[in-house]
């Protein structure tokens, strides 16, 4: 205690931890967390410093107890499911402070993804999305994968397997539409287009305007030569 006996006042120290946060999502659906992801955050310099976890439901990792004056290497080595990831690393260097860049938590937000194709059906016109069009997806031996009626929205597909598919369009051979899938891609689109009845009704409408404009221009050009002719006969007369 003080000389005077009172109570000298407590000084609090607070102590963080250098953190390594990671935050894993899925590439398209950013609120969908990705778990049990596996992460090495490796120290080549010290492999006792050598460090795995995996994400949690939140698609998140948190490592600590970080050494000053070190350099680390982050890199993903698994993905759940399906997934795929990139396994480039990416260097953290913890400064003589214990912090990383000047901060004592760096965040990173990192995304995997899951190869998925989007098939959409348009009016081939205006290209709108068309709804109550019933389509079919096979694959290039002919087995077909899924049958649906569109709804204006695409239907997607996750993880084929890597080739040729098609598309029939009321299993009319004619409506055939043939694309490839490939796994190094996030996401394809494939829009099947469909000739509609109003795509005719528009059609039909702008070619009835074409033929009287066609033949109002006939009729102004006949009227024209006739009033030429009157005129060179009346020229004549006198």
């Known amino acids: 205690g003080k000389a005077d006996g009172s109570i000298p006042e407590t000084i609090r120290f ?3 931890k250098t953190k390594i946060h990671i935050r894993l999502s899925d590439e398209f659906y950013a609120n969908q967390k990705v778990e049990g992801a596996e992460f090495s955050l490796s120290c080549e310099a010290n492999p006792e ?27 993903q080595t698994s ?3 399906e997934y795929k ?4 690393v990416v260097e953290v260097s913890v400064a003589g402070d214990g912090r990383i860049d000047g901060e ?3 965040v990173y937000d990192l995304t995997n993804y899951i190869a998925r194709v989007n098939i959409s059906v348009e009016d081939r016109l205006f290209s709108n999305p068309l709804s109550d069009v019933n389509l ?10 899924r049958s649906w009626t569109s709804r204006g929205s695409a239907e997607t597909f996750e993880n084929l397997p890597e080739g040729g598919y098609y598309v029939l369009v009321d299993g009319d051979e004619d409506s055939r539409y043939d694309f490839e899938f490939s796994e190094d891609e996030a996401l394809q689109e494939v829009s099947v287009t469909v000739w509609t009845i109003q795509n ?9 305007i074409l033929i009287l404009i066609i033949l109002t221009l006939l009729r102004i050009v006949k009227k024209r030569k006739s009033s030429k002719k009157n005129e060179q006969e ?5």
């Open 200 to 208: 005719t009704a528009v059609v039909a409408a702008a070619l009835i």
């Open 85 to 88: 990831f990139d396994s480039s």
């Open 79 to 81: 993905a759940p499911g």
């Open 14 to 16: 607070a102590c963080e």
């Open 104 to 106: 004592a938590e760096a």
């Open 49 to 75: 410093l050598n460090q795995t976890a995996q994400t949690d439901e939140n698609g998140e990792i948190v490592f600590t107890d970080l050494e000053k004056n070190t350099t680390y290497l982050l890199r």
């Open 234 to 238: 009346d020229v004549q007369e006198n």
């Open 136 to 145: 079919a997806l096979y694959d290039s031996d002919g087995q077909m994968i």
